[in-house]
């Protein structure tokens, strides 16, 4: 996980006005595939919760590339779909966010294929806090060693799909939706993450690096192209 994103971004203070419009408790964060930026969505989200006032519980449920230990320097701990995970929150202070890293042990994600555990384990973790955030393996990541996001955000109050500009496919958000909706998931938007998207203005200033024999030319396009509000917008 890179840089978190501040708390005051736009993007991020749209994604949680239109959660609490429906004060929506639990929300989990998943993705087509890797590299989509669900655990820096979460982590923006659990500290834009945390800014309101609310008791925020963030959990790393990613088996497959777990990030909030290595982000935060937690430790990880066996834990399962039950009540042994409250053992294995870290709790910097009273209130604010707390986080629960990703479980270790050959049986953590066995314990999270029951949807019925999974049900009770949330309602377990909203007896302590307002507001749950589960940073969950992308929907393609299926095996046996990772905890099936499918049965996570099938249980939550809401959801949100990662996408990535560029690398996500149409056949892919199309294949994620459908499974969303088999398992009545609430999939309450998708958020479009462009880290890897470049923009106009670096498409047009990439292009300027081609006129070599003009140095002068080129020099001035990348001023203009740098200066300008209409192509460096993001959207």
Partial sequence: MRTALPVHYVEVEHIYQQLEKKHYRTISVTACHGQSGTSLMAYALSKRYQADGY?????????????????????????????SSSQCITAPSATGTHFLTAPTGKTASLSFRNQSAMH???????????????????LNAKNYRNIPSDTVCGETDATLL????GKTTQN??????????????????????????????????????????LPPVARK???????????????
């Fill in 162 to 165: 990662m996408i990535a500009s």
């Fill in 120 to 138: 009770t384990t949330l309602g377990h973790w909203l007896e302590d806090y307002d507001r749950v955030i589960l940073d969950t393996s992308p």
């Fill in 172 to 213: 892919q958000l199309e294949e994620c939706c459908t499974e969303l909706q088999e398992v009545k998931a609430n999939l309450v938007g998708c958020i479009m993450n462009d880290q890897h998207h470049p923009t106009l203005a670096a498409e047009l200033i990439r292009e300027t690096k081609r006129l070599k024999w």
């Fill in 55 to 83: 008791k925020v519980l963030l959990v790393d449920l990613n088996l497959q590339h777990p990030a909030l230990d290595a982000y935060l320097g937690l430790p990880r701990k066996a834990w399962q779909a039950d009540h």
């Fill in 221 to 235: 396009l990348r001023s203009i192209i740098d200066n300008s509000s209409f192509l460096n917008l993001k959207v």
